[in-house]
């Protein structure tokens, strides 16, 4: 066995792990002793014993701090899934002797979370009512991230290019159409046609710069010949844009399908107008180096159940007779 194996396997502790964790995330030296309880001479003295061991430099120190190499950024990110590991180790010791059966940490977005989820959750609570999770609500770049690093089980959202998710595994859950969508008394409700030319002198409700629907309007807008809107609001909110289309004569993103969760809010109306984006499905994303453990793959199988039951958009929408006679009541 070489120095490197045998330091690796045998003499590599868990608060070696935990020290260059911190010095990647806090780049300072003074404030990983602070966060540390120790000083800054010995932290300095265990990140050049480790990197003596392991015979490679793991930081720079520069002007700015300290600057992961690439063998630092290496052996971090497998710092980071070791702790990972251990803390899921320690929360199935805890379930077993409570009596519970495992906990889930899940990444979503609000696409998901105020739609699918709760339904499928309620699912799993119906057949396993002692497999917790938790939910951590983000964009799905920052969800890739947490996934990589494993501090998340599994992600439920719109998937991501293939390009930005090497190393994981997706599976589809379906494939929802994307509409464009109004309050009942918009002045286009109702119309049994709309071109591209009559959206643009209204305000808009638009997805944030960055995330996965963005891109597709914007270059549906310039297919079309249309300056992207001036006049807009940024939201992935399904309860805001809903709310928001009660009170103002604007035009909104809406995924159908399995996204019609706040009826109460007040009605929505489809354009009747070919959107054709180019968009990935919803799915399911998880560490392909990381089988699911029983208790996600259960959260999984019950996303896969409601969305093979779940029906339209045309449920929660007003019909285009409605949205004439409420256009011509106004």
């Known amino acids: 066995m070489g120095q490197l194996d045998w330091y690796l396997t045998v003499n590599l502790k868990v608060r070696h792990l935990r020290l260059l964790i911190a010095v990647y995330d806090f780049r300072n030296l003074r404030q990983v002793a602070s966060n540390s309880y120790i000083s800054v001479p010995a932290v300095s003295k265990a990140l050049a014993d480790i990197e003596r061991a392991l015979d490679v430099k793991l930081f720079e120190r520069t002007a700015n701090g300290l600057r992961p190499t690439a063998y630092g950024e290496s052996v971090v990110r497998h710092a980071r899934s070791v702790l990972s590991t251990l803390n899921q180790t320690a929360e199935e010791i805890r379930a077993l002797r409570t009596g519970s059966t495992g906990k889930v940490y899940v990444g979503t977005s609000p696409i998901i979370v105020s739609t699918i989820l709760p339904k499928a959750l309620t699912l ?67 119309r049994p046609t709309v071109e591209w030319s009559d959206l643009k002198d209204f ?128």
């Not at 710069?209 to 807009?232: D, T, V, W």
């Not at 793959?297 to 045309?314: N, R, V, Y």
Request: proline content about 8%; some cysteine.
């Open 124 to 190: 799993l609570k119906q057949d396993s009512p002692l497999i917790n999770v938790e939910i951590r609500e983000n964009e799905m770049r920052s969800l890739v991230r947490d996934l990589q690093r494993g501090d998340l089980d599994i992600i439920v959202g719109r998937l991501p290019n293939k390009a930005d998710t090497v190393g994981l595994r997706e599976q589809v859950l379906t494939a929802p159409q994307t509409k464009l969508v109004t309050g009942p008394h918009h002045p286009l409700a109702g």
């Open 203 to 330: 305000p808009w409700v638009l997805p944030p710069q960055g995330s996965l629907l963005r891109e597709p309007i914007e270059n549906a807008f310039a297919r079309h010949g249309l300056a992207m809107p001036a006049n807009y609001v940024e939201t992935l909110s399904n309860h805001l844009i809903r709310a928001y289309l009660q009170f103002n004569d604007a035009i909104a993103l809406h995924t159908g399908d399995v996204l019609c969760p706040y009826a109460d809010v007040g009605a929505i109306n489809i354009l009747p107008i070919d959107l054709d984006l180019v968009t990935r499905p919803l799915g399911a994303l998880w560490r392909e180096d990381k089988p699911l453990a029983s208790s996600p793959m259960s959260l999984l199988h019950c996303l896969e159940q409601i969305c093979s039951t779940t029906t339209g958009i045309e449920k929660e929408t007003i019909n285009p007779t409605t949205s004439r006679e409420s256009a011509r009541a106004r």
